[in-house]
């Protein structure tokens, strides 16, 4: 009788073992050997960095044709600067798709919190989003300098770029004074002495932005004197 009893018990130790095991394992029982599960705040820090790698690398690789950009820019190699900055966009663009976002909006808005991204998707520290953001402002600027530079100057493709610019930093020097020079080149006189008081704003001793300022007004009066002349 002692012996079935101590069966009996073993069994029931058996069942509770069992039923604590389906608990912990969400419902599979643990093999017999297998090592615990690590926690999931190692599981997730391990996944953090994982993800975060590859986004590390993408950046890394923008910021480097970024300042390649520069270099070619100061030796005033304006087409290979050009080509350099559209590799670095490139870079960014493609974190944006790896970060689950194609049509890039949260590049611009890196600085902006982003929601977790899926398993497999890489991932941004606030510092590389800052960065990000940055790089691709001084990417944008620095393509409207080189286009500048030209002999065939493309004043629209320069409106273009420094308008990206504005929509994030509304009182960028540069990018008001290229953007009041794309407008005036381009016949829109009202919008172009705008974006150039805007800069003088900002620096009042500036000689070009004085000089593009006198020049678009004398283009708004001399349009209101033909007006006035051709309405009489």
């Known amino acids: 009788m002692q012996k079935e009893r101590g069966r009996d018990r073993e069994r029931v130790g058996e069942r509770d ?6 608990k912990g394992g969400l419902g599979t029982r643990a093999r017999a050997g297998s090592p615990p599960p690590p926690p999931m705040s190692v599981e997730r820090g391990g996944l953090v960095r994982q993800q975060q790698q590859p986004a590390a690398d993408a950046l890394r690789r923008a910021l480097d044709f970024k300042t390649q950009g520069t270099q070619c820019y100061r030796d005033k190699k304006y087409r290979e600067a050009i080509g350099k900055y559209h590799r670095a966009l490139l870079e960014m663009k493609g974190l944006c798709r790896a970060l689950g976002d194609p049509d890039g909006s ?5 600085a902006a919190p982003l ?11 606030d510092e590389q989003k800052g ?13 409207a300098a080189c286009l500048l530079q030209m002999e065939l100057v493309n ?3 320069v409106k273009e770029y420094c308008l ?5 930093e509304g009182e960028n020097f540069k990018a008001l004074y290229r953007s009041g020079v794309a407008y005036y080149h381009l016949g829109d006189y009202n919008k172009a002495l705008h974006y150039l008081q805007e800069s003088h704003k900002q620096q009042p001793s500036d000689t070009n932005v ?14 209101a004197q033909r007006e006035k002349k051709d309405s009489a």
């Open 155 to 157: 004043y629209e493709r």
């Open 106 to 110: 949260a590049r611009s808005a890196c």
């Open 131 to 143: 960065a990000v953001e940055s790089a691709e402002l001084e990417c944008y600027n620095s393509l």
């Open 164 to 168: 990206k610019v504005l929509r994030k």
């Open 210 to 223: 004085v000089r593009y300022i006198q020049l678009t007004e004398m283009k708004i009066r001399r349009l």
């Open 115 to 125: 929601p977790p991204p899926p398993p497999g998707k890489c991932s941004l520290t």
């Open 17 to 22: 073992r069992e039923r604590s095991e389906g």
